[in-house]
Structures are given as C-alpha cells and as structure tokens.
C-alpha cells in the first residue's frame, strides 16, 4: 500500500520525504527578494527542460531558505558555486521556492493550500503536486559571473522563470489563524536552545566528517548537542536512538518558527507558525522527539510528544493566536518554452 496516497497521508504528514532533498531565513510577512525597485539581474547564458522520467535528483546549490530538513554534509559549501547552477529534476515550486526566498510556510501554503483563512495560491498541479502524486520536474543549467551571490542568484531564477515559464506572481498579506511561538517562562529557555556562541565563528563543521571530500578543522562540541555541520541551517541530525532529531547552528527564532510545520507535519501543526519569543540574536539548539507514522490514529500522541519537546528542551511553546502573513500569489504560469 502505498504510505502516501489518501486522506490519511493528508492529515497525517508533511515532512522529511517532501523537502528532503533541500530547501538566510525570512520573516512571514516579507517578501524576501522580491522588490519592484529591484536591480533587474539575468544569468549569462540559461537552459530549461522537462527532465527525463527517473533521472536523478540534483543541486549544486541551496534550493532552501535554511529550512533543509534532511541531512547536511560538513563540506555543503551554501554558496552560489561561482554563478554555475546544476538542478536536475526538480518540481516547478522548488525553484518558485529559490527564486522568492520562501519560508517553509510559505512554500508550504504555494505547495497544498491547506492553512484556514490563507487565500489559494493558484499555482496549478503540475507545478505543485499533492500528497499522493508528483509534480512535473524539470533541468535548469545556467552560468553567472564568477561573483555572484545566492541572492542576486535568486532575481536572476526570477527573472529565468519570468522568461521560460512564463511566470507572474505577487505577494498578498492575509490576517490569519497561527501558533504564537512564545516562552513557556519569560526570559528562561530550555537546556537545548543557548545562544550561538561567540567563538564558533561558523568557519568549521561540527560533526564526523567521513564523507569529507578533504579533512576540515572541527568547531568544538556544542553544549545543545550534536548540531548540523553548518551555520544558518535547521537539518536532520543523524542519530542511533530512536525519533526524530533536528539541530540549528547559529540560526534566528524565525527560522525555527516558519520550518514548525514542515518538521511535525500539518496534522501536528496545522497553522502557520510566528515567533514572538522576543528572543533576538543567533541560537543553537537541538530537538527530539518520538513521532509514530501508523497513521490517524497515532496523531494526537505525536502532537503530545512534540508540544513536551518544545517545552521541555526548548523552554517555548505554541499558543492559538492571529496575525498577518505574506503569502505567494501565482498569476500566471506555463510550461516552459523551447530554449
């Protein structure tokens, strides 16, 4: 039987096998790259097409906003590979995703529609998928100069989807049911989220470093944890015990408050998420908990576990709230034209 088909799939999961081939953290009501006075930036030399059914999945450059979800290498270098991108068969929304900066929530309301009170995104099938079938994927090739940083990277993919896709979009700002992310004990966190630390300037990797194309310097040990090998990230933590385990290095309480939704699923969160902690600076942390995927009848014991997480490691918690987010609009979208 396959996992994902159903309403159970629908209420149950939105998580690892969703995002995990990933995706500077972004607020809900920004707008990210996007700017009508923007400097108007295109890649040199540009190559879109549908991908061959079964090819391999590839990036060699962040597709995410910080949100990455599954594993991370210590030799990820982030960056915006001297202005070469390499993406094999990726979904449309991904590179929406990249060219707009999206939060997880935000990718999550482009994506499935499924938070009370956010308009639709218009954004057809093909581009989007559901949880029981596969978008359409598609090859993207392109050269930049050599200096070319992730963000003038991201007007350049706008402008490319603009051209090959016909792309329109724009941003709307809805007044919406969400979970405040708030501390449990004013000014008190929990032992797993500490402030990053000023002597872990992000320049080495902090975890086993096997796959290494080259030895690196090693940052010392975390008093979270074992956390991601890299800075500005919130990733998958390989570990024996058993649950789930996620990790953040010198990442901000947005970030964590716009990924909440893709880490447990939309059953376990099924309202945006906005960080009012008033926490201000870069953290570290670590989470983990016991998540069950039998199906309907495990969610309300994953929703337990998780809320307990959160506060007894963390110190936060989530509290029924409303407030105004800025979600992706698509206007217009076509499949690609010939290169």
């Known amino acids: 039987m396959n996992p994902y088909n159903g309403n159970s799939w629908l209420r149950s999961m939105v998580c690892l096998a969703v995002a995990v081939v990933a995706m500077a953290p972004v607020g809900l009501g920004q707008s990210a790259t996007h700017s009508a ?65 999206l939060s997880g929530t935000q990718e999550l309301a482009l994506r499935f529609g499924f938070f009370s009170g956010v308009p639709k995104s218009g954004a057809p099938f093909w581009v989007t998928g559901s949880f029981d079938a596969s978008s359409e994927f598609f090859d993207i090739s392109a050269r930049a100069p050599a200096d070319t940083s992730i963000d003038q990277m991201r007007l350049m993919m706008q402008a490319l989807l603009a051209d090959r896709f016909h792309l329109v979009t724009h941003f709307v700002s809805a007044d919406a049911p969400v979970f405040a992310l708030v501390l449990a004990k004013p000014g008190v966190t929990g032992p797993n989220l500490q402030p990053h630390p000023p002597s872990d300037d992000c320049t080495a990797p902090v975890s086993d470093q096997s796959s290494a194309s080259a030895p690196l310097p090693v940052a010392a040990p975390a008093a979270v944890g074992d956390l991601p090998p890299v800075c500005g990230v919130i990733a998958h933590v390989p570990s024996p015990a058993q649950g789930w385990h996620y990790g953040g290095r010198a990442i901000p309480l947005s970030l964590f408050a716009t990924s909440v939704p893709t880490m447990t699923g939309l059953a376990a969160t099924p309202r945006p998420v906005v ?61 690609p034209s010939e290169n």
Request: aromatic share 8%.
């Open 37 to 101: 006075s923007a400097e108007k930036r295109e890649f040199d030399v540009a190559s879109v097409r549908p991908s061959k059914p079964g090819s391999p999945q590839h990036t060699n450059i962040p597709l995410d906003s910080g949100n990455v979800y599954g594993s991370i290498s210590p030799d990820d270098a982030r960056s915006a590979a001297g202005g070469l991108v390499i993406v094999t068969h990726q979904a449309l929304w991904r590179y929406i995703s990249f060219a707009y900066k």
């Open 275 to 335: 960080d009012q902690t008033s926490l201000s600076g870069l953290y570290d942390f670590t989470l983990n908990w016991i998540h069950d995927p039998s199906g309907d009848e495990a969610i309300s014991d994953n929703i337990a576990n998780f809320r307990n997480a959160l506060k007894n490691q963390l110190g936060l918690e989530l509290k029924p709230s409303h407030a105004p987010i800025s979600f992706l609009m698509v206007d217009r979208v076509e499949r």
